[in-house]
């Protein structure tokens, strides 16, 4: 099993101790992310430690306020690192509002162009903004590697994902009872499009829940995605697993 996006660096325990946790709940390899570029440093350093780790470099939607040339420069060199698979979380987050609207989508744009230059996919944070998101989108994602919505969270805009060929990455929030348009997408997106993964230390699984998560538990998640779509556990470990090297390129 693969958790394709957490952020170790968030996380109370030391990156060993969670590694090794991963590793003994069946995980083969993990997608650590860094916000900005203190948080990109601490992800490339876990990676650098553990053969299982990678890293996905970009700035979230909540730090792009004043986002300039510099940033994006910071980004792009540290992103040279070959452990870095992917270019994010970027996107926009109109729900928090901890960054103005312009420079949300500046620094949005930005990082995706510089993904389509980089040849790396990109990893989408989306909350309370979707139609600006997929706008965006849809002018730039065609000169991109692939796009992986992460903590899919854009159930009546699954048509346009299968359409236009994004990833769908479902996160703890699928397993909660009243999660009902979630699980039906679950249930619906093509299989070649499916990704899961914990964003942790957030969104822990409903048998975790209200505790802190971690990447062991994407099992818990990904077994509740199997039982949604009617298939063996080890059907959906393969799935996922190809997904990710492919998207990810490892």
């Not at 994407?218 to 080890?234: F, W």
Request: aromatic residues 6%; hydrophobic residues 40%; proline residues 6%.
């Amino acid at each position: 099993m693969i958790d394709t996006h957490c952020h170790l660096d968030h996380c109370d325990d030391p990156d060993a101790e969670l590694v090794d946790r991963a590793r003994a709940a069946g995980l083969e390899r993990l997608a650590t992310v860094g916000v900005d570029g203190p948080s990109i440093e601490r992800a490339l350093a876990a990676a650098r430690d553990h053969d299982e780790v990678f890293a996905i470099a970009g700035r979230h939607p909540h730090n792009t306020t004043g986002f300039d040339a510099a940033a994006l420069e910071e980004i792009e060199r540290l992103a040279a690192d070959p452990k870095v698979r992917a270019i994010g979380e970027t996107g926009l987050d109109y729900h928090r509002d901890h960054a103005p609207h312009d420079d949300q989508r500046r620094a949005f744009e930005a990082q995706l162009e510089l993904a389509s230059r980089l040849g790396l996919p990109v990893a989408i944070h989306t909350r309370a903004a979707e139609d600006d998101t997929f706008a965006l989108l849809r002018e730039h994602s065609e000169r991109l590697p692939a796009v992986i919505l992460h903590c899919f969270s854009a159930p009546d805009r699954l048509p346009e994902c299968v359409e236009r060929g994004y990833f769908c990455s479902f996160a703890g929030n699928v397993t909660y009872p009243k999660a009902i348009e979630l699980q039906q997408a679950a249930r619906d997106v093509p299989a070649e499009l499916l990704l899961v993964e914990t964003d942790s230390p957030y969104l822990s699984p409903q048998p975790r829940r209200g505790k802190a998560n971690e990447p062991a538990n994407v099992v818990h998640t990904a077994r509740h995605v199997a039982e949604l779509r009617g298939v063996e556990y080890e059907e959906l470990e393969r799935t996922v697993e190809a997904n990710a090297e492919r998207v990810l390129g490892w």
